[in-house]
């Protein structure tokens, strides 16, 4: 484990994507910049991969000390990993991690289909066979959606392949993850997709963004509610937490719709990491929070204003050691 007592260190942080590689080269001249605390000739590496995938393995590798930090949403889904308490997968044993830090990030799990197809249920969906096709992030242990869809869809009795087997189709080469990125050249987008009919059906988190609102503007949708029972063992199994879709925030979304909360991103720790390095951290985090929202377009990624006092609540994770000393000296909790 790394020292940070005795002469230089590397700091490593996980911050896969476009998203988080702008909070980590933040956090990571905090640690470093001309006013950085770590002992002199120290670095921070900032690494990234599929995002996705990051979010899901992320953790183990943090547990393993390939990392000292990592980034991972949503917030309750780091607490599945750490207690050891996932399937198909993921989190199927418990790790040493803790929470650092939560960014505003107020997101939702959507399931959505073109309203001409009349379908008002999941369970019409599966009790009809419907072959929906679907536009959806990367499946399965690639992205937190695809893991999310797997564990909700089995308590429906089926798997994300059944609607493919059923004569439809399930892509995500067509997915824009924000509106400063778009699909590679000769790839149709999602857009083009629901409009002309070609997919008919969207599962999908970032509910904030752009491309949703563009998507929810110009084709009728219908948004459908996941049944109250599936979702309460859901959080009994996995903790997967609950929510209602924020009525009005996308054209089609009426009152009470029940769905699955994407909220939060949490930056997070091997719970052996020294409590300086962590106080370290979040001393960077507190410097360069105006920075970091400074990168952010509106419907891009956070949500908010980074406020010290919200970053140490609902954490899911207990508090690394080193996060405590550093809130409650600066006055940001009791």
Same mark, same amino acid.
């Given at each position: 484990m790394i020292d940070i007592e005795h002469g230089p260190v590397e700091v490593k942080l996980l911050s896969a994507g476009s998203n988080w590689l702008k909070v980590g080269g933040m956090l990571g001249l905090g640690l470093t910049g001309y006013f950085g605390a770590l002992p002199k000739g120290s670095s921070v590496s900032v690494h990234t991969a599929h995002?996705?995938?990051?979010?899901?393995?992320? +953790?183990?590798?943090? !547990?393993?000390?390939?990392?000292? #930090?990592?980034?991972?949403?949503? /917030?309750?889904?780091?607490?599945?990993?750490?207690?050891?308490?996932? !399937? #198909?997968?993921?989190?199927?044993?418990p790790l040493p991690l803790k929470a650092v830090a939560v960014f505003p990030h107020y997101d939702q799990l959507a399931l959505a289909v073109r309203k001409d197809l009349g379908i008002t249920s999941?369970?019409?969906?599966?009790?009809?066979?419907? +072959?929906?096709?679907?536009?959806?992030a990367p499946t399965h242990m690639s992205h937190p959606v695809g893991w999310v869809l797997d564990v909700l869809l089995a308590e429906y009795g089926i798997e994300i392949e059944d609607f493919e087997r059923w004569g439809g189709e399930v892509i995500f080469g067509d997915r824009q993850p924000n509106f400063m990125e778009t699909v590679p050249s000769g790839?149709?987008?999602?857009?083009?997709?629901?409009?002309?009919?070609?997919?008919?059906?969207? #599962? @999908?988190? !970032?509910?904030?963004?752009? +491309?949703?609102?563009?998507? %929810?503007?110009?084709?009728d949708l219908t948004f459908l509610p996941i049944d109250r029972d599936v979702l309460n063992t859901l959080e009994r199994k996995y903790y997967v937490r609950q929510c209602f879709l924020p009525e009005g925030r996308l054209r089609g979304i009426g009152p009470n719709i029940p769905g699955i909360d994407f909220?939060?991103?949490?930056l997070y720790c091997r719970e052996d990491l020294p409590d300086r390095l962590v106080y370290l951290m979040l001393q960077g985090l507190d410097e360069q929070k105006s920075q970091i929202e400074s990168l952010f377009q509106p419907g891009q990624g956070l949500t908010g204003?980074? @406020?010290? /006092?919200?970053?140490?609540?609902?954490?899911?994770? +207990?508090?690394?050691?080193? %996060?405590?000393?550093?809130?409650r000296e600066k006055g940001y909790m009791k």
């Open positions: 995002t996705g995938e990051m979010c899901m393995v992320g +953790p183990e590798m943090v !547990a393993a000390g390939t990392y000292h #930090f990592g980034i991972t949403t949503p /917030t309750w889904l780091a607490r599945t990993a750490a207690e050891g308490r996932g !399937a #198909f997968g993921f989190g199927e044993r999941i369970r019409q969906l599966v009790d009809e066979k419907v +072959p929906l096709r679907i536009s959806t790839r149709r987008d999602r857009m083009t997709s629901i409009q002309s009919g070609a997919i008919n059906a969207i #599962f @999908d988190e !970032a509910l904030m963004t752009v +491309p949703w609102q563009r998507i %929810a503007a110009s084709v909220t939060g991103w949490i204003t980074i @406020d010290m /006092t919200e970053c140490c609540k609902n954490t899911e994770l +207990p508090l690394h050691a080193g %996060a405590v000393q550093y809130y």
